[in-house]
């Protein structure tokens, strides 16, 4: 059987800088409560990781971040995850006595500071995202100006400025936002649109683009709440309708009687998945 791992893999420069800040953490600080703030990556291994350092997650999906700051018993190290999030946020960790360490992804950091450049042009903002991502409520956090645009169900904003900034959510792919921007386009000729999607996602889907004819099955490797590895699988039935398209976390996860007849699988993977899974997927295949 023939497997080809598309490449880039591994962490991007943003995850890898926010894993490696956290475990950095705790160890100058062994003897100190050292927690994460949410996910700080949207990966279920990358979490056990954390786990291992001694590091906690604190998290729960029915909660707003600054409600999850309650649940924090005692004076920590608090680090906030690679999505962003709003000041209040801060604000309400410093009030409560936590130490603060961020481990926003710059990307989305310039994102952000792109925003705010817009509005202190007295612009208005499109923000193309996911609904309730993290990454989408630090956006929105930013002013009221901010106006979301869900791309599953996009509704065009009426609003009275001529050129608004129009940016989107990191993760997500060109194809996803193209046809909005080109209805935002329609309605706001002079629209001002940035290219918000980041490096590190782009490069995963265009390398989906380039697979041999002779691909029986794609496994997009990432974990359940990743963003770009759920982007990466959309783009991948879409431009492969007839091949077989897998989701999954890791190697625990492959069903062994679907490769039965198989001679050739590609392996596509999410920003936030680590390459040691990867390398364990492609042996467990292999062998």
Known sequence: MKVTVLEPYGYCSGVERAMKMAIETKENNPTKNVVVLGMLVHNEDSLRTLEKHGIKTIYDKNCSLEQLVDKISEP?????TAHGHSKSVEEKLTEKGHTIVDATCPFVSNSFKEIQKALNKNSYVFYVGVKNHPESTAALSISDKVLFIDYKAPEIPKIDCKSPLVISQTTLSHLEVFDIYMKIEKEYPKAKISKGICRASTSRQLALGKLDADVDLIYVVGG???NNSRTLYNIAKGLYPNKKVE???NASE?????LLGLSHIAISSGASTPKEVIEEIKSSLLN
């Open 224 to 226: 359940i709440n990743s």
């Open 76 to 80: 920590s190290i608090v680090i906030l």
């Open 247 to 249: 989701l999954i976390q």
């Open 254 to 258: 492959i069903n062994k009687k679907d």
